[in-house]
């Protein structure tokens, strides 16, 4: 029987990242955004929790097992925060996780110290590429093998923290296999333009990547000659991206919501107006939907059985669940939605943004 119940240890996660994004996520959130940058001691204080080490094996020198479900209770916590100081804290496990399902036994212990240590790990990935018609089983990166090395060529878009990484996972199709393939790069093997300059997510630094003709041994493809399933990867992706849609918007309801008690005008609660009240409701039916329907694919990929189905509805379904609730807090709260001092108008900015965000998480 599938329970979706948190374990003594998963509501322990959950109630500490709670916490976290109360005391002192929240309160940064709209300087974060205006100066375009998270404070590094509220960064580093999310990361210090541990989320990353404790889906790392202990006999890799973790403290725990990998689960996408508990990581996706996590990441829905640290979103109802911020997206940005979110995504922020969860960048280096997009190179972490893959390492730890995929890797050959020397890449673990060459890489997995990186993600030990307490400052943030130095490491991210590259999937996304620039173009209106990005299809992440279409990769337009290739990665040609010539010998004793492959030759990487491609444009990677909204790579998170890339100019401070010290490796970046690259995903490239083999042009002789035509299969989605992961590389280990080194950063400075590739060239990085300025930061994207963003209608979201502005609190998180993104770049293009270039990557010209650059040869990497074949040691440095993830999983050695076996591989990765990349499938197994998107789904994960898809899973993790949905759970942050879900805290977005959990986070504007809850405020639309309260800001409804409280507003009075014509002697009542602007929450008592039928217009306002169904909409508060929808809202929270769609958060509640998107939730069970990510929390089954997690559940799944947990249990070692074939996600994609729900995970790609999951995905689909949190795009448009986190414009929906995001625009409708900025309705609820009238022209104040629209002042930046409100929070409202940053969540709709980001929650604009899920169809655009592939590969920017994983679980």
Known sequence: MVSFTPTEEQQLLIDTIRRYALNDVRPVAHEADEASAAPLEVVAKGWQI???PSSIPEELGGFGEMSALTNALAYEELAFGDLAVALHIATPALFAYPLVLFGTEVQREDYTPL???EPLAPATAALLEPGVFFDAEDLKTTAAPEGDHYTLNGVKAYVPLAENAQVILVY?????SGQTEAFIVPRDQVNIEKREALMGLRALPMYRVHLNNVQVPAVAKLGGAVGIDFAAVLNRQRVALAALAVGVARGAFEYARDYAKGRVQFGQPI??????????AEMAIEIDATRLM????AWKIDKG?????EAYLAKQYADKMALFVTDGAVQTLGGYGFIREYPAE???RNGRGFPTFA?????
């Open 50 to 52: 541990g989320l990353v």
């Open 115 to 117: 993600f030990l240590d």
């Open 172 to 176: 490239a199709r083999n042009t002789h």
């Open 271 to 280: 929450a008592t107006k039928q217009a306002i009240a169904f909409m508060l």
């Open 294 to 297: 990510l929390w089954e694919a």
């Open 305 to 309: 059985q074939d996600a994609t189905h």
């Open 346 to 348: 940053r969540w709709l």
């Open 359 to 363: 590969g920017l998480a994983i679980v």
